[in-house]
């Protein structure tokens, strides 16, 4: 299958390389010309067949997905290379009732947007009607940046800080396109935003939040405003989170700054519970769901459909 020859010249992303994907030469993402898939996944949360895209023009000090966004360097494998059809037929077959969309992540699903475009288009060709969720860094170029708006009914947009020189020694790109897009995207299609996001990173981007929410009360204060607890990860693996004081209160502040629609998820526990060693454990296992003291789960009536198993904490 040829893909569109634009990857001749990749200027999908603000770093413009120029490079010739299509003969495997390698921009800053170091993707080529077929975009390579970590893994899919139906996610009951966000009612979408989640596709992992690997790569990104981003190298975060933080990124809790650093493993997929800076391959190859990180040597692991997936999925690999899949047909646009094929993906296509995939999606269609496993979506449920309530599956209402295609969801591209990463990485950087924008750096493979031509490949994104074959896949929706490939599953409404089959007369499926789908949406489709794009979660992004925001530094695509303009002319791409209108290609996922017209595409995208779900974007999830992360500005990752306000500053330049802050942006640009979590992530290692300047922050001013990703600010131009984000006021593009809620002037032109505000009803495309799911949520702008930042992750708050205390000592680094804790300050960063205001200065963005202000930003984002100044073009439309309705914009849903999230804040994600860093968890340390990657570069910043010896870096504290933030408190659940602090989340409180930065939320509290955007609200004050005039954003309407502001939360937060996660946290970085300062304190442990109390009691034996296992009743310590047994705390923890009574909030996902298993009431079992003492445990074997060999015996269990529930080990088929273990409550405990699946916890995704952060819901
Ligand atoms: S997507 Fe961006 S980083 Fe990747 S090759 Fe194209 S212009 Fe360069
Ligand atoms: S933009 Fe996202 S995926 Fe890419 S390195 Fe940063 S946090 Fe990771």
Known sequence: M????????????????????????????????????????????????SVTM??????????????ISQYPDAQ?????????????????????????KIGFTGGEPTIHLPYI????????????EIGVGIATNGFCTPETLTRVIDLATSISFEIKAYDDDVHRMLTGAPSAPVLRNAKVLATTA??????????????????????????IADVDPTIPYRLIGFR?????YYHPGPSMALMNDLTEQCKDIGLTDVAWSGYYPTEMPGGSETEI????????????????????????QCPACLLEPWR
């Not at 993402?29 to 139906?42: E, F, N, S």
């Not at 475009?117 to 499926?128: C, D, F, L, P, S």
């Not at 960063?208 to 930003?215: E, G, H, S």
């Not at 454990?281 to 088929?304: F, I, N, V």
Request: hydrophobic fraction near 35%.
């Open 2 to 49: 040829q893909h569109p020859s634009e990857l001749a010249r990749c200027n999908l992303c603000e770093w413009r390389c120029g490079v010739n994907r299509l003969e495997g030469e390698r921009g800053v993402c170091r993707a080529g010309m077929h975009p390579l898939i970590a893994y899919t996944m139906l996610s009951e949360t966000l009612s979408s067949y």
């Open 54 to 67: 690997l790569g990104c023009n981003f190298r975060c000090i933080y990124c809790n997905a650093y493993r």
């Open 76 to 100: 692991w494998f997936y999925r690999d290379y899949v047909e646009p059809s094929v993906l296509a037929d995939e999606t269609i077959s496993r979506m449920k009732p309530d599956t209402d």
């Open 117 to 128: 475009e074959e896949v929706v288009r490939a599953i409404r060709e089959k007369g499926t």
């Open 190 to 215: 505000r009803e495309s935003i799911r949520v702008f996001r930042t992750v708050v990173i205390p000592g680094i981007t804790d300050r960063q939040v205001l200065k963005i929410a202000a930003f």
């Open 232 to 236: 340390p990860n990657f570069i910043l």
């Open 281 to 304: 454990a047994a705390q923890y296992l009574r909030r996902a769901g298993c009431h079992k003291y003492p445990r074997s789960c060999g015996e269990c009536e529930l080990k088929d």
